[in-house]
């Protein structure tokens, strides 16, 4: 796999599909917080995370947090734009990985109006918010500005066979007790591994709904099918290239 994949390549091996694809950039588009979690290492979550990003406009800042409170709390007299990353929610053992207290200071910088993006080792959804309401002891307030949950699986033997699937997509609609309400809007098939659409994401903006996310879906996939033989310089100019047409066309047309 290249070293950065576009959304283009993960649509053209298979990892999601166009319209799945076209949601996470939807959502980000409307600046969501979201979670990309798996189980396994090296499943694709800040890949996955990172190529969805790549689809937001320049004029969307997206900072990377070292994973110090000193750094995050920076953000606090700043005005908000964009999103703010960390590179996991975990016991790890680098320094840019967090928990508890950092994990709790990280929330409190979210409500000047940053969006989030980070990555979690959780099993499912409900995992998800475990660690963060109950491990990290982070109210149910702060827990729901996270709008969508992706889950990923891996699979094969060692690095040079691994292959990913996004197993579902989840929109959060709110948070009681630590537990998540949710909607399951995608989830794959393993038996013929092919992927269904559960239901259309409740939109509260232009962005998500459900004519806009088909709209990008298309513009995704003829992408994909144009991909056949290209080389990565080919992926990342089509991808700003894509970027750039769809900022033009939400400016003319909102």
């Known amino acids: 796999m290249n070293s950065n994949p576009t959304m283009i390549h993960l649509i053209k091996n298979n990892t999601l599909n166009s ?14 917080s979201f979670i990309s979690s798996a189980v396994p290492r090296l499943a694709g979550k800040t890949t996955i995370a990172n190529a969805a990003l790549s689809l937001l406009g320049e004029n969307v800042s997206i900072e990377k947090l070292d ?14 734009n964009g999103y703010l990353t960390i590179s996991e929610i975990s016991q790890g053992p680098f320094q840019d990985y967090i928990w508890g207290n950092e994990v709790r200071e990280l929330f409190k910088v979210l409500r000047v109006g940053y969006s989030l993006m980070a990555t979690m080792h959780a099993s499912d959804v409900r995992d998800v918010f475990k660690q963060i309401c109950f491990d990290n002891d982070i109210e149910d307030q702060d827990a ?7 889950c990923i699986k891996r699979f094969g033997d060692n690095d040079s066979n691994y292959w990913r699937r996004v197993s579902e997509i989840y929109q959060i609609h709110g ?10 809007l995608f989830r794959w098939d393993a038996g013929g591994d092919q992927f269904e659409r559960v239901s259309e994401p409740i939109s509260a903006n232009f962005n998500t709904n459900q004519s806009e996310i088909i709209r990008r879906a298309e513009n ?9 033989g290209r080389d990565d310089e080919w992926y990342s100019k089509m991808t700003e290239q894509l970027v750039t047409a769809d900022l033009k066309y939400q400016a003319d047309n909102y």
């Open 220 to 228: 995704l996939e003829t992408l994909a099918e144009q991909a056949i």
């Open 19 to 32: 319209e799945m694809a076209s949601t996470l950039w939807s959502f980000i588009s409307a600046g969501t």
């Open 175 to 184: 948070v009681t007790n630590g537990i998540p309400k949710t909607s399951l």
């Open 67 to 80: 994973g110090s409170i000193e750094h995050m709390l920076s953000y606090k007299n700043k005005q908000p």
């Open 144 to 150: 729901r500005r996270i709008g969508l949950v992706v």
